[in-house]
């Protein structure tokens, strides 16, 4: 007999390497631009192609599973996930490397949902599914967390394409316990496949992202803008449209009547995007504008992780005593004074990160994972009997989506108010490119060409700017935590029975009139 716990490292394993991919390039960014000659735009894409085409793919893939086994997809989405991981750590050039990403978030999107179907399949008795369950939303979140640690490390000693390299022997060794371990289907189900629905939710997640990094360009061009936008929403009402119609529902959008279903997904998205957006600016701050090593940025990062893992199960426990809504809510409002605490006070005396800021990144951890396990927790127990599966899609989407529109929005507000900051002095405004007003590498990379006085003029104006951008974007992050934490509570809260009485008299009368 197979033993449950094995199965579980196998799958706890498999999803690590997901989570981790979707934040292991924010301490690499800069090395990688370097060598690459990656542009401002490109940039965002080698980071963002990933997590984008996992949330589009999800939902559909999941059925798939169901169709084909969660097992069998499981492994072949680790093989297509080793082979993309090989040919980004090799890539050339910014655009074969944005398609190996884009290749990556296919074998992620086949592996993820079958990473839970196999836990429920795999644990017969309800409390230790609880626990596995608790465990795999740790490790999903967590996991995001340590992966600028994890990329810092790697640096350190090997070249960029290591954070890619790695997955390869970790794939190579999966794979045959997966084969041993993980247990055939007992059934398989006739639910077809929807191809269709989920290339709609892609295209539609596409075109808003290219409408909001377009929106944060200096020159705006107004038909790249609204062309985007629009393509994005129409494929998104199509998708909407198309589910409402199914017989054989990806997303069944009756589930978000429920308020604290819907509140719980909003959370996860929110907790999620704030991470993903603040790690990917954080990274670049402290390693342009402070001047930290990759292996000195990911260690000033962990904090948060470190903080997230330890929320994780933490949460678990709470919830059973106090129940979502307070966890969720106090875990959100931790999280956005711990970015707000970043912004009080300067390092300390010869220290580039002080242990005050440490302090505020593990406080802003620990608010982060614990939401991230109490939204998940709600998702589950506020579905109906019967939609778990569904239910488990729409979480793992929410926290995917969140991570495409964190990177894309806090990646663009980034940008928005570098260019807008960054003021050149009058003697070097004739003698470096234009580049120089789309991100700090350009112009650090620009410095390094001109002479000592004017490299140094230059990099202060860059760094300067930078410093402007990241205050924006960490106090943007910080009010949607707080901002959040008031709507979760009102979605959240209990309806009186005098006010629904009263409610539903108006609305007869209504209906009578």
Not at 129 to 141: E, F, N
Request: charged residues 10%; glycine residues 12%; aromatic residues 6%.
């Amino acid at each position: 007999m197979r033993n449950p716990w094995l199965v579980l490292v196998v799958v706890a394993t498999a999803l690590f390497l997901i989570v981790v991919d979707a934040t292991v390039l924010f301490t690499a960014l800069p090395v990688l631009t370097r060598e690459l000659g990656a542009s401002a735009s490109a940039r965002l894409w080698i980071v963002n192609i990933y997590p984008l085409v996992v949330a589009g793919l999800l939902p559909g893939l999941g059925t798939l599973g169901d169709r084909l086994g969660h097992r069998r997809l499981f492994m072949a989405g680790l093989l297509v996930f080793g082979a993309a991981s090989l040919a980004s750590a090799f890539a050339p050039s910014p655009a074969i490397l944005i398609a190996a990403r884009a290749l990556l978030g296919v074998g992620g999107a086949m592996m993820m949902p079958a990473t839970l179907a196999i836990i429920r399949q795999t644990f017969e008795d309800p409390g230790q599914r609880a626990v596995a369950i608790g465990i795999w939303a740790s490790i999903a979140s967590g996991g995001a967390a340590i992966g600028p640690v994890l990329g810092g490390a790697l640096l350190e000693h090997f070249w960029w394409g290591s954070v890619f390299l790695i997955n390869v022997p970790v794939v190579a060794l999966v794979l045959p316990l997966a084969l041993i371990l993980v247990p055939r289907p007992a059934s398989l189900s006739a639910r077809p496949w929807d191809l269709v629905a989920s290339l709609q939710v892609m295209l539609g997640l596409f075109g808003l992202v290219c409408a909001i990094k377009e929106l944060a360009k200096r020159d705006l061009f107004l038909p790249g803008l609204l062309l985007p936008a629009a393509g994005g929403l129409f494929f998104l009402a199509l998708f909407v449209r198309r589910q409402n119609r199914a017989a054989h529902r990806l997303i069944d959008f009756s589930l978000f009547r429920n308020r604290p279903f819907a509140a719980a997904v909003g959370a996860a998205l929110l907790a999620s995007m704030v991470l993903m957006g603040f790690e990917l600016v954080l990274g670049q701050h402290l390693q342009l504008v402070l001047g930290l090593s990759p292996l000195e940025a990911g260690l000033a990062i962990a904090p948060t992780p470190i903080g997230a893992f330890l929320a994780g199960p933490l949460a678990g426990l709470l919830l059973h005593r106090a129940g979502a809504r307070p966890v969720t809510s106090a875990c959100l409002l931790l999280a956005g004074l711990g970015l707000g605490g970043l912004l009080l006070g300067p390092p300390g005396a010869g220290e580039a990160v002080s242990r005050l800021q440490l302090a505020w990144l593990a406080l802003f951890g620990v608010g982060i994972g614990g939401a991230m396990t109490a939204a998940s927790s709600a998702i589950m127990t506020e579905s109906p009997p019967g939609r778990a599966g569904m239910a488990a899609s729409t979480e793992e989407v929410a926290f995917e989506l969140g991570s495409t529109f964190g990177i894309a929005v806090f990646g663009s507000l980034m940008t928005a108010v570098y260019t807008a900051r960054l003021v050149l002095p009058v003697k070097l405004a004739d003698s470096v490119p234009d580049t120089v007003r789309l991100s700090l590498d350009e112009a650090l990379g620009a410095a390094a060409a001109l002479p000592a006085p004017m490299a140094e003029l230059l990099a202060g104006a860059g760094r300067g700017a930078f410093e402007a951008a990241f205050d924006a974007t960490t106090a943007t992050a910080a009010l949607l935590l707080l901002a959040g934490t008031v709507f979760y509570r009102l979605a959240t809260r209990e309806r009186r029975p005098g006010r629904a009485l009263r409610a539903e008299g108006a609305g007869s009368a209504a209906r009578r009139s």
